[in-house]
Each structure stands twice: as structure tokens, then as C-alpha cells.
């Protein structure tokens, strides 16, 4: 079963910084549209950050600023540097293409804010 793998998160205090890391098979990424995602106790999982394959970039509101989403089309891997976390960001992370396919969900990392 193809799927994405995401990794790199953990607890960190308000204002901290931490990177996600997403890895992938060459057939689901190279060429794509890539996204992060998140999905907080109790909300439904939403799109935070895109970059397409030429690598333009597109951010939500609430991170935008704080956020930084990029790829190494050489590796097949997506980061996510997380800056000024803050307890609102704590979420389940998710990478997907974008738009994001169904089958290709993988079990996200966890990212706890504390105050």
C-alpha cells in the first residue's frame, strides 16, 4: 500500500520550533502538488500549507508568517518548519498531495504545544 510517512514531531513549549519531515515513494510525489495538513481534537482535518511541483507556495491564515513549507524533489521528501508554535497548533500532522488522496493517508505525527 502506497502511503505517505510523516515524522518529526514531539511536545514543545509555546514559542518553540519544531520540522516535520514527509517521505514518499517517487510515484506519489515527483510532478504533484504537495500539502501539510492538520487535524485537532475534535475538528476535522484541514489544509494548512501547499507548495506545487514548481514550488509556489500557499499558507492559511493562522500560520502564515510562522510556517514554512518546502521539498527536495531529489529526495521525494516535504518539511514543514514550524516556528512560534502555539498551543492552537497542537494537531495531528498529515502530508498529501494536493488536493490530498484518499488512499494515500498516512498515520501523521503528533504535535503537542504546551502554555
Known amino acids: 500500500q502506497v502511503q505517505f510517512v510523516e515524522s518529526g514531531g514531539g511536545l514543545v513549549q509555546t514559542g518553540g520550533s519544531l520540522r516535520l519531515s514527509c517521505g514518499a515513494s517517487g510515484s506519489i510525489f515527483s510532478g504533484y502538488g504537495m500539502g501539510w495538513y492538520r487535524q485537532a481534537p475534535g475538528k476535522q482535518r484541514s489544509e494548512i500549507a501547499r507548495i506545487l511541483s514548481g514550488g509556489s507556495t500557499n499558507y492559511v491564515d493562522s500560520v502564515r508568517g510562522r510556517f514554512t513549507i518546502s521539498r527536495d524533489n531529489v529526495k521525494n521528501m516535504l518539511y514543514l518548519q514550524q516556528n512560534s508554535l502555539k498551543p492552537e497548533d497542537t494537531a495531528v500532522y498529515y502530508c498529501?498531495?494536493?488536493?490530498?488522496?484518499?488512499?494515500?493517508w498516512g498515520q501523521g505525527t503528533q504535535v503537542t504545544v504546551s502554555s
Open positions: 498529501n498531495q494536493w488536493p490530498p488522496r484518499g488512499g494515500y
